[in-house]
């Protein structure tokens, strides 16, 4: 699967940004999706995960309430939308999609194709 991931830049703190992930390569329906996080110098970390319908969600708790993560099967395509963002926000953020279809979502485990990462930048 290829996963390309757009939508970073920079924002001011409590503004918004919605993120996006286009798949190709494999039936999109088919696979657990997720976002994950990574600092300068620090591990890439979990953010959200959405099961291959969408009927299942899950969220890290420093995100729970200010990001929604969603998809649209019809169009390949995987969201993070991002509300009252804050400086520690900050980070590349990265799309990913379980290798093993129709396996649900166990926060952080399964996750094995990733895409490049989009930037996202918090200023205060």
């Known amino acids: 699967v290829q996963l390309q991931a757009f939508g970073g830049g920079l924002v001011r703190v409590g503004g918004s940004l919605r993120l996006s992930c286009s798949a190709s390569g494999r039936i999109f329906s088919l696979y657990s999706m997720g976002w994950f996080r990574q600092e300068p110098g620090k591990d890439r970390v979990f953010v959200a995960a959405i099961n291959s319908n969408g009927g299942y969600i899950d969220y890290a708790d420093s995100v729970q309430g200010r990001f929604t993560i969603s998809r649209d099967n019809a169009k390949n395509t995987l969201y993070l939308q991002m509300n009252s963002l804050k400086p520690e926000d900050t980070a590349v953020y990265y799309c990913?999609?379980?290798?093993?279809?129709?396996?649900?979502?166990?926060?952080?485990?399964?996750?094995?194709?990733w895409g490049q990462g989009t930037l996202v930048t918090v200023s205060s």
């Open positions: 990913a999609a379980h290798d093993v279809p129709l396996r649900p979502v166990v926060r952080e485990n399964g996750f094995g194709s």
